[in-house]
Each structure stands twice: as C-alpha cells, then as structure tokens.
C-alpha cells in the first residue's frame, strides 16, 4: 500500500457500525479524525473516541466522511486485507541459533519469513531484539501504552550480542530497555542459552543486569537453543548434558530466592527443557508468577499436570462417570511423553478400562535434538506408527497442526494420516481437562473444528527464533 492510499477492507461485520453506515468489502479506509493510520496501532487508538470522523474512499473513487456517534471501547466492525495495516518488518539479524535458517528447503514460503516487529510483540506476543526500532518506535510504544513489549536479550554484554546476532548494532539496541524502563513499559525477556557462548559466567552476568529493570521487566525465560540437523556452514553449537541442565537450574533458583525477597517475583525461569534433561521434578505452580511465559515453554507440563489432575477429580466425584472400555494411542514429542505416560497411569488406576499407549514420535524431520511436539511433522508420525496397534484412536496435541488448518509441518494432512494409518485421529487441545476428556472418549469435537485463527502462527516462533 503506497502513502496516502487508504487501507482495503476485506470484511465488514454483520450488525456491525461499520455495516449500519454502508461500508462495504473493498472499501478503502483513508482516515479516522482527519489521520491516515499508519497501521492497525494508530487506528485502534484513533477509533477509541465517543465521536469519530471516518473518510472512506469507494471503487469507483467517491469519497465519503461519515460521522460516527458510539460507546467509547465500541469497534466499528471492519476487517483489513492486511491485519496490520503496514507491511510487517522482518528480522535484519542472522542469530547463530536461528531455527529458520537450520530448516530443510522445499518448505512453504511463508516458514521462511522472520519476523522483529514490536507491533506483533504486542498483538501477538511475538520477541522482538529492538535492533530495526528507532526512538520514535519506543516513543510510540510508551504513548501508546503498547505493553508487555517481549525482548529477545541473548545477553547483556554488547560485543557478545552483536557476535550472536550478527549485527554490529544489536548491543547498542539494548539501550531501548532503559528508555521502555523509564516509561514504566512491562517487559518480558528471553536468553536463548548456547552451550560455550552465553552461558557460565556470561548468564550469570546478564542475569545481574537484568534485574535493574525490576519491576517493569516482569520474566526473563532461559531456553536452551533449538538445534535441527540442517546446520552445515552455520555457527558450531552443541547440545546441553544433564550435568550442565542442573546447573542452569541451580543458578536460576538461586536467583528466585533472591527476587522473591526483594521484589516478590521469581523473575527469572527455567524452561521445561532444563528439567527433563536435568531429570528433575518441575518447580510448583506459584514458581511461575501466573505464568508469565507458557509461549516459552515455561511451566507447560507443571499447568498440565494441575489441570489435569484436578479435572479428575472433578470427573470422579461427578455422578457420570461411567465411561466404556477404550484404547487409545496419544503420539507426542520426547518432551511431553513422559508427563502424559505419568497422568495416563493415574487415570488407569482408576478406571481400567481406559488403556492409554503413549508413543514417542523421534523427529527424524528435523533432527532428534528437537523434542517438541510442535515440530512434529506428518511424515514422522506415519513412518513410526505404521504397522502398530493403535486401538480405537490416535490421539495428537494441536500444536502439531499449522494454525487453523488440518495440515502439518510437512503439508501432509489429517485426512491422509488418518487414511495411511486406518484409524480415527482426534486433535487435543492444550488444557488438561482436554487431555483427560480424550482419554475417557468425552471430547469428541473434529479436527477440522479445532484451533481456529485469524492468522497463521508458528509453533517455533516463540522458543527457538530470534
């Protein structure tokens, strides 16, 4: 969209304001009180009014100033071609652990794309490293209120941040903090830990400075960096030991108790990876302030575990709970397998006649260094579960389908899978209750009508990429 050109509008609400003042689908948007909105930030600031002048501009170029009396927090009910409103500002960064660029070729196109835009920080909770934002960025951020702002830190040492992001700017970006920090911005951090470059001596100092933006800056999450076996020509790391996850885990413990002295916040998590490398028990659920991180992978089986086993108890002491007898296979990543084979048994215990087989899925695609589910691809899932008895239903977790579509990583489909295997394939959700509902065969919703969204997210945006 060049300047001054409006914005298209692709949908127009029914009973909506937008519909009452004859709006339409291929309208353009020219401006909102005599300002053309740079993206959907400034339009829903500017809508936000009892009293709007809105110009709308038509196909055949008539232009019309509407005047529009409403509630101050009513939208008007119209939908962009472009749900930011602007082109999105990818990411000038080559990360030495960027997932993307350890992907195999021939994927869509649009897994390839990176992203480092503070708007999506906001709407989407996406990470930004504040390398492609200038001051008028963060000054819009704190006028606007834009919080939390999510930051991908890595560290706190300047040469080492331009090292790992390979951008002679990125230790200066972080100066932003400062300024968001004085604004009284909610933040929340990231370190994507690499085993022999920010971790040691390096984790604990960017651990130290961070804590300076208390109580603005909320979390920071530890991740270890995901590592595909598309790595060659790209920069050598090596994957963690159980003996360096214990003392990821101890160093950040450490630092809760401190934390939680001053300021009431344990600040600083380790994600689920560290604990089952490390073979530890995950911390309880009041470790993880409300959970402030689950996108990161922080706190995700220790909220699964709780919801599950308290909608277990709530099924048994209702007075319909005779299920028939079921067996079902749940397919999983490494990750999650041994805490969903943990709650399977708790279930069996009590009711018998639910057999659960828990199969873990080793990702050939990708690499067996990457255990989530998430990065699950079709192809693997087909070529492991072939030929086994999977009983009356397979069982998968949402997140291994592509937003909003019955379609893995690898384009292969849930209609194929289920064809290819001969067996129904139903789609969990991520709830615990879900989990439980699907074991005792009470959750029969398709997949076709499971995990509906606007626009299309990726699994690994949040852990692994810069």
């Known amino acids: 969209?060049?300047?001054?050109?409006?914005?298209?509008?692709?949908?127009?609400?029914?009973?909506?304001?937008?519909?009452?003042?004859?709006?339409?689908?291929?309208?353009?948007?020219?401006?909102?009180?005599?300002?053309?909105?740079?993206?959907?930030?400034?339009?829903?600031?500017?809508?936000?009014?009892?009293?709007?002048?809105?110009?709308?501009?038509?196909?055949?170029?008539?232009?019309?100033?509407?005047?529009?009396?409403?509630?101050?927090?009513?939208?008007?009910?119209?939908?962009?071609?472009?749900?930011?409103?602007?082109?999105?500002?990818?990411?000038?960064?080559?990360?030495?652990?960027?997932?993307?660029?350890?992907?195999?070729?021939?994927?869509?196109?649009?897994?390839?794309?990176?992203?480092?835009?503070?708007?999506?920080?906001?709407?989407?909770?996406?990470?930004?490293?504040?390398?492609?934002?200038?001051?008028?960025?963060?000054?819009?951020?704190?006028?606007?209120?834009?919080?939390?702002?999510?930051?991908?830190?890595?560290?706190?040492?300047?040469?080492?941040?331009?090292?790992?992001?390979?951008?002679?700017?990125?230790?200066?970006?972080?100066?932003?903090?400062?300024?968001?920090?004085?604004?009284?911005?909610?933040?929340?951090?990231?370190?994507?830990?690499?085993?022999?470059?920010?971790?040691?001596?390096?984790?604990?100092?960017?651990?130290h400075d961070l804590r300076k933006y208390l109580p603005y800056l909320e979390s920071v999450s530890v991740v270890p960096a995901g590592l595909t076996k598309y790595r060659d020509g790209l920069y050598p790391l090596e994957s963690f030991t159980k003996e360096e996850a214990c003392e990821v885990i101890d160093l950040i413990e450490s630092v809760q108790l401190e934390t939680m002295r001053e300021h009431d916040l344990h600040f600083i998590h380790a994600s689920d990876e560290w604990y089952i490398l490390a073979e530890r028990d995950f911390p309880e659920e009041e470790t993880y302030d409300g959970y402030l991180q689950l996108e990161n992978g922080v706190g995700m089986m220790r909220l699964l575990l709780n919801e599950y086993r308290n909608a277990l108890e709530a099924w048994k002491a209702s007075s319909q709970n005779d299920v028939n007898p079921r067996k079902v296979t749940v397919a999983t990543g490494y990750l999650a397998a041994s805490t969903i084979k943990q709650l399977a048994g708790e279930l069996q215990v009590i009711c018998p006649q639910i057999e659960v087989n828990v199969c873990t899925i080793r990702n050939d695609f990708f690499g067996e260094s990457i255990t989530v589910s998430g990065l699950l691809t079709g192809q693997d899932i087909l070529a492991q579960l072939k030929n086994q008895e999977l009983g009356d239903v397979l069982l998968l977790p949402k997140n291994v389908l592509r937003s909003g579509e019955n379609v893995f990583l690898d384009d292969v489909t849930v209609e194929e899978l289920q064809n290819k295997l001969n067996i129904k394939v139903e789609i969990v959700g991520t709830a615990g209750a879900d989990l439980l509902h699907a074991f005792l065969g009470l959750a029969d919703e398709s997949c076709e009508d499971k995990n509906k969204t606007e626009e299309e997210t990726f699994v690994y945006s949040k852990m692994y990429t810069d």
């Open 1 to 207: 969209m060049g300047k001054n050109k409006g914005h298209l509008i692709s949908c127009v609400e029914p009973e909506s304001i937008a519909e009452e003042m004859e709006i339409k689908a291929g309208d353009m948007l020219i401006s909102v009180n005599g300002v053309e909105p740079e993206d959907v930030i400034d339009y829903r600031y500017l809508i936000h009014d009892e009293y709007v002048e809105v110009c709308i501009k038509k196909p055949d170029g008539e232009e019309w100033v509407l005047e529009i009396e409403k509630e101050f927090e009513d939208d008007l009910g119209i939908q962009f071609a472009n749900g930011l409103m602007d082109e999105y500002r990818s990411c000038r960064n080559q990360c030495i652990f960027c997932f993307i660029d350890q992907m195999p070729k021939g994927m869509r196109d649009t897994l390839y794309f990176k992203d480092d835009d503070s708007r999506l920080s906001f709407l989407q909770g996406n990470y930004v490293t504040l390398t492609n934002m200038k001051e008028k960025d963060i000054e819009r951020i704190i006028r606007y209120r834009l919080e939390p702002i999510n930051i991908s830190v890595q560290t706190t040492i300047p040469k080492l941040r331009c090292k790992m992001l390979h951008n002679r700017f990125a230790g200066d970006a972080l100066k932003h903090m400062d300024r968001l920090y004085e604004g009284e911005i909610r933040m929340n951090g990231q370190i994507v830990l690499c085993k022999g470059v920010n971790d040691g001596e390096n984790l604990k100092r960017a651990i």
